[in-house]
């Protein structure tokens, strides 16, 4: 059973930095888009960031670009995200996804748990 399991939220203040990370159980990891989501309260579940399984590409949402860093290390199977800049409307559930494919993670073929991030300001 595949399992994606993030790590590293918590509460810090606005202009602050954190970063996530997700140790995911795939067999063939650099086969796999990695990226990340977040859903706040009563809001949508809002694409933040991929990366392809080399991880020569990556995209970014409107909200988090300049800001927020992606990367992957194929090695540990794990996927990171370095958020700086913190704003209060990054607070949110962050989900880790995970697809087979080459570049794009619509449609995620799995999910994380998710992990709070909370900004206060």
């Known amino acids: 059973q595949v399992q994606l399991v993030e790590s590293g939220g918590g509460l810090v203040q606005a202009g602050g930095s954190l970063r996530l990370s997700c140790a995911a159980s795939l067999r063939t990891f650099s086969l796999y888009v990695m990226g990340w989501f977040r859903q706040a309260p009563g809001k949508e579940r809002e694409f933040v960031a991929s990366?392809?399984?080399?991880?020569?590409?990556?995209s970014y949402g409107d909200s988090v670009k300049g800001r927020f860093t992606v990367s992957r290390d194929n090695t540990k199977n794990t996927v990171y995200l370095q958020m700086n800049s913190l704003k209060p409307e990054d607070t949110a559930v962050y989900y880790c996804a995970a697809k087979r494919a080459i570049i794009s993670l619509i449609n995620p073929d799995y999910w994380g748990q998710g992990t709070q991030v909370t900004v206060s300001s």
């Open positions: 990366i392809s399984g080399s991880g020569g590409a990556t």
